[in-house]
């Protein structure tokens, strides 16, 4: 159904269907996902009226009637048996814009926070002084950023996801621990900054084009600031693979 294309915002009106609370149903022609804010999503196909789940949950359909402009009441059934009633309200472009947006700095603080627990890593298992340096800088530098992409998200009145902040921070915790035990630590750490700058720079090259779509210039203007302090440590690490190389062979019992 061709007017069934666009974002939704579910709401649970009755039955046994649980609190639907940050519920959408994102469609597009045939296909469809239902999804609950960062949680993985629930593909369904289109048919007709109907929204027909897929594996794992093969076998739940919701259908859809209209009930107005941007709205329609919905059954949530089982093999046939209805269970839950709700209704969904069409969201406009303009709202979801805002929301991709919202999201995109909301990985962005969080991918700070993980690379700062990184870096910590990096810094307690360097040994070479001007490297340690070079890396010290540039925490200074990523607790900056943090907190642009903080402020920006208090400027859209939403706050930085303790899901998705918890998950990088654990995720950078194991690789600080890893790092404390293994061998030929200088070639590893230069390996692994070289690729998280690449990431950080894809991820403000990305954030910088949607804040330009959604009107918001200081968005834009602070991811492209970023990337260029991004491009240079990505740059300082390329300048000194020769000496990383070396530390990585003597770390090994290797003369250079």
């Known amino acids: 159904m061709a007017g069934l294309d ?3 915002e579910v709401e649970r009106t009755g039955g046994a269907l649980p ?3 940050g519920c959408r149903k994102r469609i597009h022609g045939a296909h469809g996902t239902t999804v609950f804010g960062a949680l993985p999503g629930m593909s369904f196909d289109v048919r007709g009226n109907e929204l027909r ?3 794992p949950f093969a076998g739940f359909v919701d259908v859809v009637e209209s009930d107005g402009a941007d709205r329609y009441r919905g059954r949530a059934t089982f093999r046939g048996l209805t269970f839950g009633q709700f209704v969904m309200r069409r969201r406009s472009m303009a709202d979801e814009l805002q929301a991709q947006l919202v999201k995109h700095i909301d990985e962005a603080y969080a991918m700070e926070q993980s690379v700062l627990r990184m870096l910590d890593g990096m810094i307690s298992t360097t040994e070479d002084p001007d490297i340690k340096r070079e890396l010290q800088q540039h925490k200074l530098e990523t ?5 642009r992409m903080e402020k920006r998200l208090r400027a859209h009145g939403a706050s930085p996801s303790v ?3 918890a998950g990088g921070v654990v995720g950078a915790l ?3 621990v890893v790092d404390m035990a293994r061998g030929e630590k ?3 750490n230069a390996r692994d900054g070289f690729a998280t700058e690449h990431l950080e720079i894809a991820s403000y090259e990305l954030l910088a084009r949607v804040a330009d779509r959604a009107g918001d210039e200081e968005t834009a203007t602070a991811a492209r600031e970023i990337v260029k302090e991004e491009e240079a440590m990505a740059d300082t690490i390329a300048a ?3 000496r990383f190389a070396e530390l990585s062979l003597q770390e090994a019992g290797i003369p250079a």
């Open 174 to 176: 194991m690789k600080s």
């Open 53 to 55: 789940y897929r594996g």
């Open 163 to 165: 899901v998705k902040e």
């Open 143 to 147: 607790q900056q950023h943090a907190r």
């Open 19 to 21: 609190p639907l609370v």
């Open 6 to 8: 666009g974002v939704w």
């Open 240 to 242: 000194n693979w020769d």
């Open 186 to 188: 200088a070639g590893r």
